[in-house]
């Protein structure tokens, strides 16, 4: 139990932020969602609500001017933003001077309470001023967002186009130690593949292909009839080459 008693007939303080989580996500269970009794979400806000103690209307712009709020406006409605944050912090602290030198001479006098309303007035609009810069402060980390997204993809891409240099340097370095006296195959019952080297055309020799493998596709495994057989053959042998490169190589 609290510390703190309440009596009956006496206002209670309703707090204007929500229950606490666990407080809140209990309510959800699965036999409370299957009967509905479940809560349902807030309606949507048509009018005014209340935030930190304050009155808002739904279509208040997302900064208020001065004048919404009852406060006077100390500049004037086409100003440079840093001149003015200039002026006002330049005002705060002489007002401030001011203040101390009132608690010294006088410390009950009424102008000590004009003063702190001055610095109250100087402060509200220093930070009017500072929040009519949230949208530029939105748009530019939304910048500074894509230009590191954008860098991290170049730098990517160009880590990808050096391995990818690399490979190919590899595969033609493979190609270019071939020996150019490799054997010929015979024509009976074997297949070859032509690879352009430094001595002319150069075939290598592969494993004997079986009759009916002829007519099928080296990637798919289906046979493909508008292809030619020659053409089979050739593509076929290109792909053994290439594997038994790339087994070299590893």
Do not use: W
């Not at 003015?84 to 006088?106: C, P, R, T």
């Not at 990818?164 to 024509?187: F, K, T, W, Y």
């Amino acid at each position: 139990m609290s510390g703190v008693s309440i009596r009956m007939g006496e206002p209670q303080q309703v707090s204007a932020l929500p229950l606490p989580p666990m407080q809140y996500f209990k309510e959800y269970t699965d036999d409370n969602v299957r009967k509905g009794l479940a809560p349902k979400p807030p309606p949507p806000i048509r009018d005014n609500y209340m935030m930190f103690g304050n009155l808002f209307q739904c279509d208040d712009l997302i900064i208020r001017p001065l004048e919404s709020q009852g406060i006077e406006r100390l500049h004037p409605m086409q100003f440079d933003h840093k001149r003015e944050l200039k002026k006002l912090n330049m005002s705060i602290l002489v007002n401030f001077l001011d203040l101390l030198d009132i608690l010294i001479k006088s410390p009950g006098s009424i102008k000590r309470e004009e003063k702190l309303e001055d610095l109250k007035l100087l402060f509200v609009h220093m930070h009017h001023l500072i929040n009519e810069y949230r949208p530029h402060q939105a748009r530019e980390t939304l910048r500074v967002m894509m230009e590191v997204q954008k860098r991290q993809r170049l730098e990517t891409a160009e880590r990808f186009q050096k391995h990818l240099e690399r490979v190919v340097e590899m595969i033609h370095g493979c190609l270019a130690s071939l020996p150019d006296d490799l054997p010929q195959p015979d024509n009976s019952g074997m297949a070859g593949a032509v690879v352009s080297g430094s001595g002319g055309d150069i075939r290598l020799k592969t494993e004997p292909m079986d009759v009916e493998e002829a007519g099928v596709s080296c990637m798919s495994g289906q046979p493909d009839k508008n292809v030619p057989n020659s053409t089979k053959e050739k593509v076929c042998d290109k792909d053994a080459m290439m594997c038994r490169i790339i087994d070299e190589m590893t």
